[in-house]
C-alpha cells in the first residue's frame, strides 16, 4: 500500500479575501466545495498536481504565529517565472533567493498569515 498526495488544510478568517488570493493571485482553479447559507465554508483547489482546502475558521481559531504555524512548501519548475506571475498579479513575494541547500526559492504570505515557499532545486 502505498500514499498518494496530501491535501493540507488551512483555517481562513474570511474565503472571499482567501479566494481571491489562492484563485486570482497564486492561479489555483476550486475544484470542490461545501456550501452554507452563508457561504462557501470550505473548498478545495488545485494547480497542476498541487491540492489544498481552505475552511472557514471557528471563531476560537487563532491566527498562525510565524515560527509555530505549518509552513507549506511546493516544488516548481522555475520559481523566478513563478515570482514574476505572481508580482504582475500584485502578490507581495520576497526576492527569490538560492538557499545553502541549492533551492533556489521565494515566499508569500496568505491573507491570514500562512507562509507558503514556492522553490526549485538549482
Not at 484563485?23 to 491540492?51: H, N, T, Y
Not at 510565524?66 to 514574476?84: K, M, V
Request: with cysteine; charged share 20%; net charge negative.
Amino acid at each position: 500500500m502505498s500514499l498518494q498526495t496530501i491535501w493540507p488544510l488551512i483555517w481562513v478568517t474570511d474565503m472571499q479575501r482567501s479566494l481571491a488570493f489562492y484563485r486570482d493571485g497564486l492561479g489555483f482553479e476550486m475544484v470542490a466545495s461545501w456550501e452554507l447559507p452563508q457561504g462557501i465554508a470550505w473548498c478545495r483547489l488545485k494547480r497542476g498536481p498541487v491540492s489544498l482546502m481552505l475552511q472557514v475558521a471557528p471563531g476560537n481559531v487563532p491566527p498562525p504565529v510565524e515560527g509555530q504555524a505549518a509552513e507549506l512548501f511546493i516544488l516548481c519548475d522555475d520559481a523566478r517565472a513563478l515570482h514574476a506571475e505572481f508580482v504582475a498579479r500584485s502578490i507581495q513575494a520576497t526576492k527569490p533567493e538560492r538557499m545553502e541547500y541549492d533551492m533556489l526559492q521565494f515566499r508569500v504570505n496568505d491573507p491570514d498569515g500562512y507562509p507558503i515557499w514556492f522553490e526549485n532545486p538549482v
